[in-house]
């Protein structure tokens, strides 16, 4: 009761779910290509509060209190430690503190502090390193959210075993003093990889960021093509395809092709058997000749989603055909 009335302020927040003699650390990094972002929430127990307070000696409990939260938020931002591309950073670049929380249901006095720093060089390796209250009995808790841009190779966060499954530290508590290590290892270079996230955030609108076991985990095409996610390379592909088809069709003909994929693009996404089950008789269709061109771009509208960009190259297909007509007759007059 008498801690009680040091605080006097109400939480929302929730305690892990260990006795009330470990210290709590929650960390959740969030990793961009030009800025890495922490955010810690530390649960210190209040019997901890209570020994530091006689160890301190001193006798004004509610002006000790208030000079040892301070102290708390500074250790958290000096040992929360980042090493990019296995360099030490000075410090991070924006610190924020929220007040100190009495957590009244779990006995937990709970720090929050939120660091940044901007990423000048490419991103190869990043390691962050829990020193906070060492010596202490801890649980830990590691959240891990990575930019679609950055492309992680490596990360101690997930351990792959011989028959090609793997575990997660991830989103869990542990109680393993390793947990005070975040390590990433990241390829700054690969221009695959920069087309997959442009094609996932700008073309199928998905959100800028992922999580890191997302990010890290063999990508099951087959799954997304079901929900509606087109692989970029091939949308390509069959962009190519259209563009040939674009420049050999009549105007009239492909009109009506541009027409069907803008109403495919407009409308949600077919379920997945019957966009197969078309695909199949459209397959069938090209057997006719005079319906072979045609029946071709459809299945690639059907094929891939949104459908817009079977458009755009259909269109560019006949338009380039239609320029190299109009260049020729213009020589053709020329000439006479």
Request: proline share 4%; glycine share 4%.
């Amino acid at each position: 009761m008498l801690i009680l009335l040091w605080i006097c302020i109400e939480s929302i927040l929730w305690a892990h779910p260990f006795e009330s003699q470990f210290v709590g650390h929650k960390v959740h990094v969030v990793v961009n290509e030009h800025r890495l972002d922490a955010t810690i929430e530390l649960e210190v127990p209040l019997p901890l509060v209570e020994r530091a307070f006689k160890e301190s000696g001193q006798v004004k409990k509610a002006a000790w209190l208030s000079k040892w939260m301070l102290a708390q938020q500074v250790e958290m931002a000096n040992n929360l430690w980042l090493d990019i591309n296995e360099q030490r950073i000075p410090e991070w670049d924006v610190i924020e503190h929220s007040p100190p929380m009495w957590q009244e249901s779990s006995s937990f006095l709970v720090f929050e502090s939120r660091l940044s720093y901007a990423i000048l060089s490419p991103l190869r390796s990043v390691l962050l390193l829990d020193q906070i209250w060492l010596g202490e009995q801890s649980v830990f808790w590691t959240e891990v959210d990575i930019g679609r841009s950055v492309n992680v190779l490596a990360t101690d966060q997930i351990e792959w075993t011989s028959n090609n499954r793997y575990t997660t530290r991830l989103k869990r508590w542990s109680m393993e003093e390793r947990q005070r290590e975040i390590r990433l290892s990241l390829n700054p270079n690969e221009l695959t990889h920069k087309i997959d996230a442009w094609w996932s955030t700008t073309v199928l609108k998905k959100e800028s960021m992922q999580s890191l076991k997302s990010a890290i985990l063999p990508k099951d095409f087959w799954r997304e093509w079901k929900l509606g996610a087109t692989p970029w390379w091939l949308a390509i592909l069959s962009g190519v395809f259209a563009l040939l088809c674009g420049g050999q069709g009549s105007k009239r003909g492909m009109l009506l092709v541009i027409g069907f994929g803008l109403g495919l693009s407009v409308i949600p996404v077919l379920p997945w058997k019957l966009r197969v089950g078309t695909i199949i008789v459209l397959g069938c269709i090209t057997i006719v000749q005079r319906l072979r061109l045609y029946s071709t771009v459809l299945l690639l509208c059907i094929l891939c989603y949104p459908s817009w960009i079977i458009v755009v190259c259909c269109t560019l297909g006949s338009l380039s055909i239609s320029v190299k007509k109009w260049s020729i007759n213009k020589k053709i007059h020329l000439k006479t």
